[in-house]
């Protein structure tokens, strides 16, 4: 069966007509710039409920106190009961209230959760720039405020994945838990 001969043509006046559909940069959309092995290396941060991850560093809450003033206060207010953003502590309902308070204290599971989600995203104008002994002061602050230590309570890569949360159990692992969180 022979084809007839336009048919032959109008793949090639798709080429002609729209190049960049068929040769496409091999290089993507050429937007922004490569990310170096540098900066992969410092976004590939990994904090795990156990702990490993953690990095070296120490810091207590009455250290934590002017981080969570320069850094945090403008937005969570002062000792954390919320102002523009979330509060961390202070909860006035549980969480089977019909409007409950999750802060850190009655909702996170695990302390390491709470250090990893300040590393990489605190403060929302800086995310990452505060080195480890200031992150773990500010963290040491928070679950202070929260009841949970106290102000000179050192945290650090063996003390903070110890702490044991008062939600801990309150979540379902959707996947087994590691082996080192197990009964």
């Not at 793949?11 to 007509?17: D, F, K």
């Not at 941060?45 to 403008?74: I, Q, W």
Request: glycine share 10%; aromatic share 8%.
């Amino acid at each position: 069966m022979n084809k007839p001969l336009s048919s032959l043509f109008y793949p090639a006046a798709i080429t002609l007509l729209f190049p960049t559909a068929c040769w496409a940069a091999p290089e993507g959309p050429r937007l922004g710039t490569p990310a170096s092995p540098q900066d992969i290396a410092a976004w590939s941060l990994n904090v795990f409920p156990d702990g490993k991850g953690l990095p070296s560093g120490r810091g207590t809450a009455a250290e934590g106190k002017a981080v969570y003033d320069r850094h945090c206060a403008a937005c969570h207010g002062v000792k954390g009961e919320g102002g523009s953003a979330e509060e961390l502590a202070g909860a006035k309902h549980g969480l089977t209230d019909p409007h409950p308070d999750k802060t850190i204290g009655n909702y996170w599971p695990y302390t390491t959760t709470l250090f990893d989600f300040i590393r990489r995203s605190m403060p929302p104008d800086a995310p990452g720039s505060l080195g480890n002994d200031p992150l773990y002061a500010v963290t040491a602050y928070l679950l202070h405020l929260n009841g949970l230590i106290g102000e000179t309570t050192e945290m650090n890569a063996d003390t903070l994945p110890r702490l044991k949360m008062p939600n801990r159990e309150g979540f379902v692992w959707v996947d087994a838990p590691p082996a080192s969180l197990r009964k």
